[in-house]
């Protein structure tokens, strides 16, 4: 069994490695993990072109029925080894989505613990973890039979998990605990806690020569280096606000770091070197959050949150150089190549459903405070979601539109100043403008505390 073992994985290996240096090609896929449409959207990097979607529940809102069995919440990805298989985590249906990449059919769904977030098939291909970021735990999924194996224990709040190539050693970040866990593949124990700066990191990912794990610290704006041999922090990089996703290429210039920042609408990127050195700033759409590379390291493919689409970065000059629309909000982003070998891949997929976004910065009267809109046509009502960031902790604040006594939305922030959620209703009624781009009379406004709207005293408003 060792033998076969031994063969299989170096077959595997050499397989990987052929196909490292393919240009995109129409075989290979683009795919994003839609939460607000509870789709995958599928993208064909040969021509930067959304094919369609794959349809796993109904959009926004229709999805709060006692009878509704559809998945909510799309929002983590991951692939096998032979990249056969796609999987979609939906943590507001605690699901992990078994599909075929040749055919876009979903071949098995596994209902885990309380509010998956990402997952990803071991290095060998035999099973699938899954981190349960509502518990303390890892899933272990046959991807067979679809069925739970076993749990392993975690601190609590696993982010995500990703092998190394070797399958000894396994690390898994944490959304709660300024922890990464090591976990021995074969005993499946935590072997190490690693201290780092944040509680909360939603991603990770190697170098590709895997002597390092570089993690986000969404909260903090930062990214933090782990050597992969020694199991420590090697250095820590201050890279900016709402710091999601990370991806590495291999360029003419050398091993390059990027990092999406949602709260600059850039993608940052950095050298790989024994201290890393910002070299380049590449604008982006609406808030960038899921990022991966192409084999060959010449495309990176940029998930917008806000902007409801994907951009694409040309590795060589560092700039966009083709927009594809996808579902609404993407949070997960994979490269997958040779996905379909044959065929165009069009079966069991569906014409994309949604509009465009619009997206409204917010601007302070005073102080650091910020935040922004995102308002969305959902069909006969609209969402409002907002995001608000570095105001008073554990405080209210209440969201109006000009023209309504109102407030669309009240929030309290939390022990950080941030505060976000969804108004959903008919804001349209409200502010031609949240559907009308040409339209600038209405503003949005945030009030502290329970009080009637006075643009004199709001503490955020929108750039008329």
Same mark, same amino acid.
């Given at each position: 069994?060792?033998?076969?073992?031994?063969?299989?994985?170096?077959?595997?290996?050499?397989?990987?490695?052929?196909?490292?240096? @393919?240009?995109?090609?129409?075989?290979?896929? +683009?795919?994003?993990? $839609?939460?607000? !449409? /509870?789709? &995958?959207?599928? %993208?064909?990097?040969?021509?930067?072109?959304?094919?369609?979607?794959?349809?796993?529940?109904?959009?926004?809102?229709?999805?709060?029925?006692?009878?509704?069995?559809?998945?909510?919440?799309?929002?983590?990805?991951?692939?096998?080894?032979?990249?056969?298989?796609?999987? @979609?985590?939906?943590?507001?249906?605690?699901? +992990?989505?078994?599909? $075929?990449?040749? !055919? /876009?059919? &979903?071949?098995? %769904?596994?209902?885990?613990?309380?509010?998956?977030?990402?997952?990803?098939?071991?290095?060998?291909?035999?099973?699938?973890?899954?981190?349960?970021?509502?518990?303390?735990?890892?899933?272990?999924?046959?991807?067979?039979?679809?069925?739970?194996?076993?749990?392993?224990?975690?601190?609590?709040?696993?982010?995500?998990?990703?092998?190394?190539?070797?399958?000894?050693?396994?690390? &898994?970040?944490?959304?709660?605990?300024?922890?990464?866990?090591?976990?021995?593949?074969?005993?499946?124990?935590?072997?190490?806690?690693?201290?780092?700066?944040?509680?909360?990191?939603?991603?990770?990912?190697?170098?590709?020569?895997?002597?390092?794990?570089?993690?986000?610290?969404?909260?903090?704006?930062?990214?933090?280096?782990?050597?992969?041999?020694?199991?420590?922090?090697?250095?820590?990089?201050?890279?900016?606000?709402?710091?999601?996703?990370?991806?590495?290429?291999?360029?003419?210039?050398?091993?390059?770091?990027?990092?999406?920042?949602?709260?600059?609408?850039?993608?940052?990127?950095?050298?790989?070197?024994?201290?890393?050195?910002?070299?380049?700033?590449?604008?982006?759409?609406?808030?960038?959050?899921?990022?991966?590379?192409?084999?060959?390291?010449?495309?990176?493919?940029?998930?917008?949150?806000?902007?409801?689409?994907?951009?694409?970065?040309?590795?060589?000059?560092?700039?966009?150089?083709?927009?594809?629309?996808?579902?609404?909000?993407?949070?997960?982003?994979?490269?997958?190549?040779?996905?379909?070998?044959?065929?165009?891949?069009?079966?069991?997929?569906?014409?994309?459903?949604?509009?465009?976004?619009?997206?409204?910065?917010?601007?302070?009267?005073?102080?650091?405070?910020?935040?922004?809109?995102?308002?969305?046509?959902?069909?006969?009502?609209?969402?409002?979601?907002?995001?608000?960031?570095?105001?008073?902790?554990?405080?209210?604040?209440?969201?109006?539109?000009?023209?309504?006594?109102?407030?669309?939305?009240?929030?309290?922030?939390?022990?950080?100043?941030?505060?976000?959620?969804?108004?959903?209703?008919?804001?349209?009624?409200?502010?031609?403008?949240?559907?009308?781009?040409?339209?600038?009379?209405?503003?949005?406004?945030?009030?502290?505390?329970?009080?009637?709207?006075?643009?004199?005293?709001?503490?955020?408003?929108?750039?008329?």
């Amino acid at each position: 069994m060792q033998i076969r073992h031994f063969v299989f994985s170096l077959t595997l290996s050499s397989l990987l490695t052929a196909s490292a240096f @393919a240009a995109p090609g129409a075989q290979d896929r +683009v795919y994003t993990a $839609d939460q607000n !449409t /509870n789709t &995958v959207s599928v %993208i064909n990097p040969a021509t930067n072109r959304l094919l369609g979607q794959i349809k796993l529940g109904n959009q926004r809102p229709d999805v709060l029925s006692p009878l509704y069995k559809g998945e909510i919440n799309v929002h983590g990805l991951g692939f096998s080894p032979d990249h056969k298989t796609l999987i @979609a985590i939906s943590n507001g249906s605690n699901s +992990v989505a078994f599909i $075929d990449t040749a !055919t /876009n059919k &979903v071949k098995g %769904i596994t209902y885990i613990g309380r509010s998956p977030h990402e997952g990803f098939f071991t290095a060998d291909g035999r099973e699938v973890w899954a981190v349960v970021r509502g518990e303390d735990y890892i899933s272990v999924i046959d991807p067979v039979t679809f069925k739970e194996k076993k749990r392993i224990e975690t601190t609590a709040g696993p982010g995500m998990v990703q092998f190394l190539p070797n399958g000894k050693l396994a690390f &898994v970040v944490s959304s709660f605990n300024p922890v990464v866990d090591v976990i021995d593949m074969k005993s499946h124990k935590v072997i190490k806690h690693i201290k780092v700066v944040s509680p909360f990191s939603p991603f990770l990912q190697f170098t590709p020569d895997f002597k390092e794990m570089w993690m986000t610290h969404k909260d903090a704006g930062k990214v933090t280096r782990i050597d992969t041999a020694s199991l420590e922090v090697k250095g820590v990089i201050d890279t900016g606000f709402i710091t999601n996703h990370l991806a590495f290429a291999k360029t003419a210039a050398g091993t390059r770091a990027y990092v999406t920042i949602g709260g600059e609408n850039v993608v940052k990127v950095y050298t790989t070197d024994a201290t890393p050195t910002l070299v380049a700033t590449i604008p982006t759409g609406a808030l960038p959050h899921g990022i991966w590379t192409s084999d060959d390291g010449t495309r990176l493919y940029v998930g917008l949150e806000n902007g409801d689409a994907v951009d694409v970065i040309d590795s060589a000059t560092n700039k966009v150089i083709a927009r594809a629309p996808v579902g609404q909000a993407p949070q997960a982003l994979v490269y997958v190549s040779n996905a379909v070998p044959h065929g165009d891949g069009m079966t069991n997929l569906v014409p994309r459903a949604n509009s465009e976004p619009i997206n409204i910065a917010l601007k302070p009267a005073a102080g650091e405070a910020k935040g922004f809109v995102v308002a969305r046509n959902l069909g006969v009502v609209d969402a409002l979601e907002v995001s608000l960031f570095k105001l008073k902790p554990q405080t209210a604040y209440s969201v109006y539109v000009t023209g309504q006594a109102a407030p669309v939305a009240s929030f309290k922030t939390n022990p950080m100043g941030m505060a976000n959620g969804t108004a959903i209703g008919p804001m349209r009624a409200v502010s031609n403008s949240l559907n009308d781009k040409a339209a600038t009379a209405s503003r949005i406004l945030v009030m502290e505390g329970d009080v009637a709207v006075d643009p004199q005293k709001a503490v955020l408003s929108s750039v008329q």
